[in-house]
């Protein structure tokens, strides 16, 4: 399969995933439910049953490529609308999405959006209680440099979690996994939605995205402590936890 961003260069492909996201920003739930057979929602509930956040109103979280903000609300629903939740995100139609929610849903007090890069988090060393990530690394250029911010954000143990699409690790779900994503994905997000060309790139860049293990030294590489993962079903996705100790 040849899509033509293959060779993308990391210092060009930002725009990319910019334009990505600006289109789809409005139909952005719609398309993960479809992308993940609503699965997504299980996963993030899972995240956020790992994360286990205490009922405190200074337990501060931030949720990077945070998006619509969906992360950040499961946070602050499971403190029992204690915990504080800042929503990063590079992409402003997304957050725009985001905040009309948290108004929506009452979350004023507990949800921030702020717009910037992963790459270089706005905030002063030591300042959060945890940083999660969901289906967003992969779309940052450089990796390492997101991660290196996120030890350095982190108070002295603080907890890292990264929910990302990852590599299926079951003999027959990979074949139909691979069918569903390259095949149908494409097409289907041509029928619905006008546009091929978002999902082919989404799909692409979980093809190109480091594998459970290789992720993890990546974590650990980073700086954290205690680094393992978890898979969700067979490894569509995976859940990297680690500490910073
Ligand atoms: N976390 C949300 C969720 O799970 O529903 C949104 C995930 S969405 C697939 C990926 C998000 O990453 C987009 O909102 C996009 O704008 C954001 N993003 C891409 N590159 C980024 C960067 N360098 N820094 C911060 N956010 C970025």
């Known amino acids: 399969h040849s899509f033509g961003f293959r060779a993308v ?6 725009p990319m995933v910019n334009e990505v996201f600006d289109k789809v920003a409005r139909r952005y739930d719609v398309m993960n439910d479809f992308m993940s057979a609503g699965l997504h929602r299980v996963w993030k509930d899972a995240m ?4 286990n956040p205490p009922k405190r109103p200074d337990y501060l979280v931030l949720d990077v490529a945070g998006g619509t903000g969906d992360i950040a609300f499961r946070i602050v629903e499971a403190s029992g609308r204690q915990a504080h939740a800042t929503v990063l995100d590079i992409n402003g139609e997304m957050l725009a999405v985001g905040t009309e929610r948290a108004a929506k849903r009452g979350y004023g007090d507990n949800v921030d959006f702020v717009e910037a890069n992963a790459q270089e988090l706005p905030f002063p060393d030591d300042s959060f209680d945890a940083y999660t990530i969901a289906f967003g690394i992969r779309n ?14 982190l108070k002295p143990g603080g907890r890292f979690l990264c929910l990302e699409f990852s590599d299926v690790e079951m003999p027959l779900l ?9 095949e149908a994905i494409p097409r289907i997000g041509r029928a619905v939605a006008g546009e091929a060309e978002p999902y082919r790139y989404l ?12 992720f993890a030294a990546m974590i650990a590489a980073a700086g954290f402590d205690r680094v393992t993962f ?3 079903t067979g490894g569509i996705a995976a859940l990297h936890s680690g500490w910073k100790l």
Not at 9 to 14: F, L
Not at 48 to 51: I, K, N
Not at 140 to 153: G, H, Q, T, W, Y
């Open 9 to 14: 260069a990391a210092a060009d492909k930002q």
């Open 48 to 51: 956020v049953t790992w994360l």
């Open 140 to 153: 940052v250029p450089v990796i390492a440099k997101a991660l290196s911010e996120a030890f350095r954000v």
């Open 174 to 182: 990979d074949r139909a996994y691979e069918f569903w994503s390259f």
């Open 203 to 214: 799909v692409e860049s979980i093809r190109k995205f480091p594998n459970q293990r290789d």
């Open 230 to 232: 978890r898979n969700y």
